[in-house]
């Protein structure tokens, strides 16, 4: 098989090969297109080696027709190859956009917003942003629609968001696409449909995008929408897992359950740290609990108070009680102990926030109160008590 691909590989550089050398006698003889080609030939190393310098020389040549796409290009190579320079970027971006080339509209907008190359300035970069969306720029509008769902710059407007969502995910925009397609399964702008989010999500999912993949892991997952299968909620976890620490979550979930794969605590425990380490609150908390109760870990007090900390610096509620019980002992010194009493404040003021708001996990998923009763259950295994704890007994001894 690999032989198969280097030949199919080899065949296709020398075709590119073939078809550079044809191009670059039409550009000597001045063909405007054959220009443009070759430079995008050097730019992408296409049938020849990737060169920044003869790129823009070529493309440069090419420009002097004040083509709007070749002055965006020289823009990109500028911005995005090293050595980098923003300012030359924004100059050729700025030439494209006063001929009316909607990507470079956008981009001085992006530079406008972020202080690339020249001030910062919110409402010059909204009014660019417009006028790329008004043009049909995908990217345009999948910010517009970002802005308006988050209320920057501009009044919080969910229909308006929705709106600028579905044009850009029309076009293909895969991050407009997932944003489509939670819009549809909230309700916001629009009527829940939960089938056209999962539509959505599948064509975000199928194009890359990393929420769309773990949001359809998700759906397959709980059986929201679509037939329940959790191997398939497993395939969707991998190909969004190496990106995606809430999936990385998942995905241990997943090897100590063996749901939709056979059962490892070892393989899921690597995945739980993995999580944890990329910042993952929930991951966190369970490395914490595996550490406390020594399922599948050797037992160590220490590691199990490193992670339910970190765990609870990010809110998380059953580290912040657990942890609150353990400082309270006064067995970790003075310090812990008046430490109990700033978690204890910090859980009463989450009960009083969850009782006015639903609480949500990160990236708008709700924490399942059968999740909850279950973790305090494990924390209470066979009466398994702080003091308990700290005396070095095990579970059901």
């Known amino acids: 098989m690999k032989f198969v691909i280097d030949c199919v590989n080899r065949m296709r550089y020398a075709f590119l090969a073939y078809r550079f050398n044809r191009q670059l006698k039409k550009a000597e003889q001045g063909n405007r297109e054959a220009q443009r080609y070759v430079g995008m030939a050097y730019a992408e190393g296409k049938g020849v080696h990737f060169d920044r310098d003869k790129a823009v020389e070529w493309l440069g040549t090419a420009a002097e027709t004040k083509d709007g796409k070749t002055l965006y290009i020289l823009g990109n190579l500028y911005r995005f190859e090293l050595p980098h320079d923003n300012d030359k970027a924004l100059a050729y971006y700025r030439q494209a956009a006063a001929l009316g080339y909607a990507p470079a509209i956008y981009m001085v907008g992006y530079a406008y917003e972020n202080g690339e190359a020249v001030e910062r300035n919110e409402q010059e970069a909204l009014n660019w942003y417009e006028r790329a969306a008004e043009l049909g720029n995908m990217d345009a509008q999948a910010r517009m629609g970002l802005i308006y769902y988050m209320g920057r710059y501009r009044e919080k407007d969910l229909e308006k968001a929705f709106d600028y969502y579905r044009k850009a995910a029309k076009q293909g925009e895969p991050g407009a696409q997932a944003n489509l397609a ?8 629009t009527q829940v449909n939960l089938r056209k989010a999962v539509k959505w999500f599948k064509k975000s999912a199928w194009r890359g995008d ?33 990106l995606w620490p809430a999936a990385q979550y998942e995905i241990g979930v997943a090897y100590e359950a063996g749901s939709g794969v056979k059962q490892d605590v070892q393989e899921a425990f690597k995945w739980y740290a993995s999580a944890a380490c990329s ?62 009493f700033e978690l204890d404040a910090e859980r009463t003021e989450q009960v009083r926030q969850r009782q006015s708001h639903t609480e949500q996990e990160e990236f708008g998923w709700t924490w399942e109160k059968q999740a909850r009763n279950e973790i305090d259950a494990e924390y209470h295994l066979a009466g398994l008590s702080i003091r308990d704890i700290l005396r070095g007994r095990k579970p059901c001894e």
């Open 279 to 340: 910042g993952n609150i929930r991951a966190q908390e369970r490395l914490g609990r595996a550490y406390l109760l020594g399922t599948y870990v050797e037992r160590n007090i220490h590691k199990c108070m490193e992670w339910m900390e970190k765990a609870a610096k990010q809110g998380h509620p059953q580290a912040v009680g657990f942890l609150t019980e353990l400082y309270g002992t006064g067995v970790f010194g003075e310090e812990k102990y008046e430490k109990a």
């Open 182 to 189: 939670h819009c549809y399964e909230a309700g916001e702008g």
């Open 210 to 242: 990393i929420a769309g993949l773990y949001c359809m892991g998700k759906y397959y997952q709980e059986g929201k929408a679509v037939k329940k299968s959790p191997k398939k909620a497993l395939r969707y976890f991998f190909a969004a897992g190496y």
